[in-house]
């Protein structure tokens, strides 16, 4: 089965030509003229910790959202001792043509319990709700591959409607910004939701507050189960 990175980076590399009409030279722009209907049609934002999958959508907009740390079981020291030298030997295993003796020599030197990942899982959905209908005019939404940055536009009953968002690598966060060509036309409702373990709060009278935790069970023999919990949680500042 293809992964969804792999999936994104696919789709990128096949459309990474696709320059936007009247885009400044060198701007690498991939942009439609429709909402995306499925996950693999939203546009990728991220940093390398945050995640986000743009959807674009008129009368409610979708942004599916990742955090690095939400995995199941429980924060764990991932790297033994002497892993530095050891991960130098893998590679000179590797580069003198002895990939089997790396792998090895990797297994036995590099790992510490659990050896093996625990399942990650997504963070939340971001629902942004303007009322508007389906039935606009120039809607377009893209991404602009050197900034980062998505867009979604679309003209209805004489106001021009604009949605931008980006993920700061600086600050490490989400960034949405709603704005109309014509004043008092910005209205919307958000919220978040995921489809178990958290719950959302509010905080203020401009703020959401969701916590939650994933609970990981295994089952091992004699049936002793044992489960492990990731506690999280978004706030305001």
């Not at 990742?66 to 020291?77: C, H």
């Not at 030298?85 to 319990?113: I, N």
């Not at 994933?214 to 044992?226: K, N, R």
Request: glycine content about 8%; charged content about 20%.
């Amino acid at each position: 089965m293809i992964s969804r990175m792999a999936l994104i980076t696919a789709v990128a590399v096949l459309l990474l030509g696709n320059r936007a009409a009247g885009a400044p030279p060198g701007t690498e722009t991939l942009w439609y003229a429709r909402p995306a209907d499925a996950w693999t049609e939203a546009l990728p934002l991220g940093n390398g910790r945050l995640g986000a999958m743009v959807f674009g959508g008129v009368p409610r907009d979708h942004l599916q959202l990742n955090e690095e740390s939400l995995w199941a079981g429980e924060p764990v020291d991932a790297y033994p001792e002497g892993f530095r030298e050891d991960l130098a030997r893998v590679r000179e295993l590797v580069l003198t043509g002895e990939p089997g003796s790396a792998v090895a020599f990797g297994k036995k030197t590099m790992t510490q319990s659990p050896t093996s990942f625990r399942s990650y899982e997504p963070l939340a959905d971001l629902w942004i709700e303007t009322g508007h209908g389906s039935d606009v005019a120039n809607y377009r939404r893209e991404l602009v591959l050197n900034t980062g940055v998505t867009t979604s536009t679309y003209a209805l009953e004489g106001v021009v409607y604009r949605r931008e968002a980006f993920i700061s690598a600086v600050d490490d966060v989400l960034v949405v910004r709603l704005s109309a060509t014509k004043p008092g036309n910005v209205d919307a409702r958000v919220w978040l939701s995921r489809e178990k373990d958290m719950t959302v709060t509010v905080a203020g009278t401009a703020c959401l507050h969701m916590d939650g935790q994933i609970v990981d069970v295994a089952l091992s023999f004699p049936q002793e189960i044992f489960s492990r919990k990731n506690l999280w949680g978004l706030e305001c500042e």
